[in-house]
């Protein structure tokens, strides 16, 4: 048999690297996943707007598995009709991307930004930009993400600048945003305000402090503070008690003498102190810590901040002005120490809160930044979950959402840096402010007070408060664009779930606010938020770059191909539940497609793919696997509809390897080569739903087995298999009496095959079996499979019965299924030497039960396990059992060759 397309010999095994980049011309020639072109026009749209990765960012493995799922919910709601967009982009990353350029910059001319200038860095930014910036979407490319490339958008381009100024000025002018001194988390290395969503908390060894301070005019009596920070003490304005603390009743009012810098200081009461921490008595700092700064409103005690904004202390900090934080720290300590004020030092371990981008620890610090109210903002947002009309998947992420809103702090919305959308305010002499969505010229009259603009605020926006607007402003907002009202609100968003307060949430409030083209009800910006798994190292650690446990996707794509890793990952993944990868799981993916290949050549080599006929199917096998295939078509589409990623992979992994390539084409084999038709037409539709099926979680190999089926067969197929339709199951049905007999026939042959190797009889050696059947409604199916199970078990013989008679010393094994529906028996008459068997068996009765006695000797001794380590002794139990399982199954062996 040869093959009959003109695609020249298919190789004998995948190979990813000479597919990959040809089926993607293809793709991308084709122009099918271009939204809204006219072919789709009339059609349903569907949209899904990618998680934007920063243009600093490379490929990871939560890329590449949030990646997959985006793309597998795209082509399969493609292949069901629906005109998709999945709409690409990157975020300009302000943090971030100011870094890596102030790096490149002073290590190849030794030059800040500072010197160089704001205009001339910021184009320093764009050069870098354009040469780096599309990198991460390249390596997306590769790995078959099915976006409309088209349509890829920057979060800084002029369109989305529009949108995040319309956003800005309409919030200012509804008293949403506004300006003012607040503590804010500082990064002293990055020196910029980072709000609370961007802080990581890391449990470190450190130290607590316990400082005495003087009682004034009470000589000899102290109040002991404790701190973990003890340089803060040099901006300590009171002293904070409970009410009811009856050892400090006569020190409420009092005053003390804060040393170091002889400020006095009042002892206030106040009920958020816990009298049984520590001393009961706690120092307020109000301009460095965030309980305190309320504790020092509600006593209006002054704020003094001791630190600049580099991290070295203020000329407020007295003689230890100009020093570090951690210099400043050691001198406190000495100086407290040499004064008799340092009680005791305890070693502890502590959260830490980090800046997630230069991992300093941050400063709380009073400063002048812009805020945006969210409570008004959140309370739409709070209502589309308990409305249903979004929905979190898993479920148990709405409370961590709601959790948040229910709680929501103001929005520190502006960032010291230059890279990013400048805030679009503007100062007259007098500092008015005025928000424009225009430029105001220096020297121009201010929109409110007529006096001259003298400059624009310096500061930009949180890169989040344009990210925020992605589902918005990517599709022509503010403008009533056709794009905007076709494609919002959008249907799906996959993400993780550390930027459900960061960008998830915030989405859904833009929504609600923004989108006046549509109906309140109908502003939620995506119905479904579907939140991935963690990608874990293989002992169960978060990758890491600092901890070098990374995995490239892209040295996996290259040693693997495209299709293993997005297989592996998803198989790998079950939704709710984070996945332990490890570089050797690829393997699982590529040995399936290799299986699929291999299945797929088998039937391409069986000549022209004739057309179906469902009229012309009677053969028992046929009927059973396009009744297993209607019920995969139906249970494939059920998991891609409900986002259960991991049940349709699996499902299709089990129909695939087992059902059609380990059963069914072996089954058909004989029938090939006798030249028969019916056969070769059964597998050619069942080879086309598969791929077609398993397009969305492999594209490439699925879209080059496709080419050559296209080739093979008599009937008109679609040119490419991404732009195919959903197998629509025309012609099959369900058939319960295929599957019953081939059910039975399957457990016949498994048992048979298992005996055969307790026994040690060669697999291709005839043998004589009877199926004992002791439930009569499995007699009919069994009988009907006789032919079946003979061919597949390499049988001589095989008799069905509900009380055939029974070969003397014939091996015997029940259906493990169902136990109670029939017995195999081999008779082994002929098939072994029953005397050198036994001979076998007994030696190794005789070794396992001297085993068994060394271990029952080291496990009933009281000493040994008392003393020995615990999982020492569990191992020690577990070879026990181990061994006396095995000890059974040898004697069973025994037991059947003496009949």
């Not at 520590?278 to 307020?284: E, F, L, M, R």
């Not at 109210?373 to 947002?381: D, G, R, V």
């Not at 859904?508 to 989108?515: H, N, S, V």
Request: charged fraction near 25%; proline fraction near 5%; charge should be negative.
């Amino acid at each position: 048999m040869t093959p009959t397309t003109t695609l020249g010999e298919m190789p004998t095994r995948y190979d990813p690297a000479a597919v990959e980049s040809d089926v993607r011309a293809r793709w991308e020639a084709s122009g099918v996943t271009t939204a809204g072109r006219e072919a789709v026009a009339d059609r349903e749209p569907f949209t899904i707007m990618i998680p934007p990765p920063n243009v600093t960012g490379r490929l990871h493995m939560g890329h590449a598995l949030n990646g997959t799922l985006q793309d597998i919910v795209a082509r399969h709601r493609r292949m069901c009709g629906f005109d998709v967009l999945w709409l690409p982009g990157t975020d300009h990353a302000g943090i971030a991307t100011q870094a890596v350029v102030e790096k490149k910059l002073y290590a190849e001319s030794k030059t800040t930004r500072q010197e160089l200038g704001r205009e001339a860095f910021l184009a320093k930014v764009w050069e870098w930009k354009e040469e780096h910036g599309d990198a991460i979407l390249e390596q997306t490319k590769r790995l078959g993400a099915s976006c409309d490339w088209s349509r890829t958008r920057f979060t800084l381009e002029p369109d989305m600048s529009t949108a995040v100024r319309e956003a800005f000025v309409r919030l200012f002018d509804k008293g949403l945003i506004y300006r003012g001194a607040r503590l804010v988390n500082w990064d002293c290395v990055l020196q910029t305000a980072i709000s609370d969503d961007e802080i990581e908390f890391k449990t470190m060894a450190g130290k607590l402090w316990h400082l005495k301070y003087p009682v004034q005019g009470q000589d000899g009596r102290f109040v002991t503070v404790a701190t973990t920070r003890p340089e803060t003490m040099l901006g300590d304005t009171g002293v904070a008690v409970h009410p009811d603390d009856a050892r400090y009743a006569d020190l409420v009012g009092a005053t003390l003498l804060l040393p170091l810098v002889d400020r006095e200081i009042p002892v206030v009461a106040d009920d958020s102190v816990d009298p049984e921490f520590g001393s009961g008595a706690v120092k307020v700092t109000p301009g460095h810590d965030p309980n305190d700064y309320e504790r020092g409103a509600r006593h209006r005690l002054p704020i003094i901040n001791i630190l600049e904004k580099d991290g070295t202390l203020t000329e407020a900090a007295g003689p230890f002005a100009g020093l570090s934080r951690e210099d400043a720290r050691r001198a406190v300590v000495a100086a407290m120490e040499e004064r008799g004020l340092l009680e005791r030092i305890e070693e502890i371990e502590h959260n830490v809160p980090l800046s997630d981008r230069s991992k300093s620890p941050i400063e709380p610090l009073v400063s002048e930044q812009w805020f945006v109210k969210m409570e008004p903002l959140a309370e739409p947002a709070i209502a589309a979950v308990k409305s249903g009309a979004l929905r979190f998947q898993p479920e148990r992420w709405s409370k961590v959402y709601l959790d948040w809103l229910e709680n929501v702090r103001d929005w520190c919305i502006s960032r010291q840096l230059w890279w990013g959308h400048r805030i679009p305010v503007w100062y007259d002499e007098d500092g008015e402010p005025a928000a424009s969505r225009d430029d105001l010229a220096l020297g121009s009259p201010h929109p409110q007070t007529g006096k001259p603009i003298v400059s624009q605020d310096e500061d930009v926006l949180d890169t989040w408060a344009s990210s925020w607007l992605w589902p918005l402003a990517t599709l022509g907002w503010p403008e009533p664009t056709a794009d905007l009202k076709r494609y919002f609100p959008t249907q799906f968003l996959s993400t993780a779930s550390e930027i459900i307060y960061l960008w998830v949430a915030r989405m859904i409030m833009a929504g609600y606010e923004f989108a006046e083209h549509e109906p309140v009800e109908n502003r939620c910006a995506f119905s479904t938020c579907y939140i991935h798994a963690t990608v874990l190292d293989g002992q169960g650690r978060r990758m890491s770059k600092s901890a070098g446990n990374g995995i490239d996707p892209i040295e996996m794509i290259d040693q693997y191909g495209a299709d293993a890793v997005r297989f592996s990952l998803v198989l790998l993944t079950k939704e709710g539940q984070d996945t332990k990868l490890a570089t050797e799981k690829f393997e699982m993916g590529r040995n399936f497609l290799n299986k699929l290949w291999n299945a797929s050549r088998f039937v391409l080599n069986a000549g022209e793919l004739p057309r179906f006929d469902p009229a012309a199917v009677t053969a028992l096998e046929d009927r059973w696997i396009l009744s297993r295939l209607a019920a995969t078509i139906e249970d494939t589409h059920a998991a891609y509809e409900g986002y259960r990623f991991n049940d349709a992979a699996s499902g299709l992994y089990r129909f695939v390897w087992n059902d059609f390539c380990d059963w069914y084409v072996e089954m058909v084999k004989a029938r090939l080569m006798e030249g028969e038709t019916v056969a070769v037409s059964v597998l050619g539709r069942v080879l086309r739903d598969i791929l077609a099926l398993l397009h969305p979680l492999a594209p490439f190999a699925t879209e080059a087995v496709w080419e050559r089926v296209r080739a093979a067969s008599v009937d008109e197929l679609p040119e490419l298999l991404m732009a195919g339709a959903w197998p629509d199951g025309a012609g099959l049905r369900r058939d319960a009496e295929a599957e019953a007999a081939l059910n039975h026939a399957q457990e016949v042959v498994i048992t048979v095959r298992r005996l055969r190797q307790q026994h040690g009889v060669a697999e291709r050696k005839p043998a004589k079996v009877t199926v004992a059947v002791t439930a009569p409604a499995a007699e009919a199916p069994l009988a009907a499979a006789s032919e079946i199970m003979q061919r597949m078990g390499v049988l001589e013989s095989v008799v069905v019965g509900v009380d055939p008679s029974r070969p003397e010393g014939a091996a015997v094994a029940t259906d493990s299924r169902s136990p109670s529906s029939f017995e195999v028996l081999v008779d082994l008459e002929g098939l072994v030497d029953k005397d050198a068997q036994r001979a076998d068996l007994g030696k190794t009765l005789a070794k396992l039960e001297k085993q068994l006695a060394g271990l029952a000797g080291k496990l009933d001794n009281e000493s040994f396990v008392a003393k020995a380590p615990a999982d020492v002794v569990e191992r020690e139990r577990a070879r026990q059992a181990e061994v006396a399982a095995e000890h059974a199954r040898v004697t069973e062996l025994l037991a059947a060759l003496e009949g």
